[in-house]
């Protein structure tokens, strides 16, 4: 199933994991990360699952069609 949505909740604690794993979909413009505007999630949905699985306080949720 292609993701068509992702989201972090605000308890993020800015680790930077979901950055360094999927740079093309997360980035760190302040004190917690947020999914870029215009990612192509489609071209990047093996990053994006491996980030969800990975980030140490599990707060990046994605819903797939």
Do not use: Q, Y
């Not at 680790?15 to 917690?32: A, S, Y």
Request: glycine content about 4%.
């Amino acid at each position: 199933m292609a993701i068509k949505k992702v989201w972090i909740d605000e308890d993020c604690t800015a680790c930077e994991l979901c950055v360094d794993i999927c740079p093309e979909v997360f980035e760190l413009p302040g004190d917690v990360a947020v999914v870029k505007d215009g990612a192509d999630l489609s071209a990047n949905e093996e990053g994006i699952r491996e980030s969800a699985e990975s980030c140490p306080v599990e707060v990046i949720h994605f819903e797939e069609e």
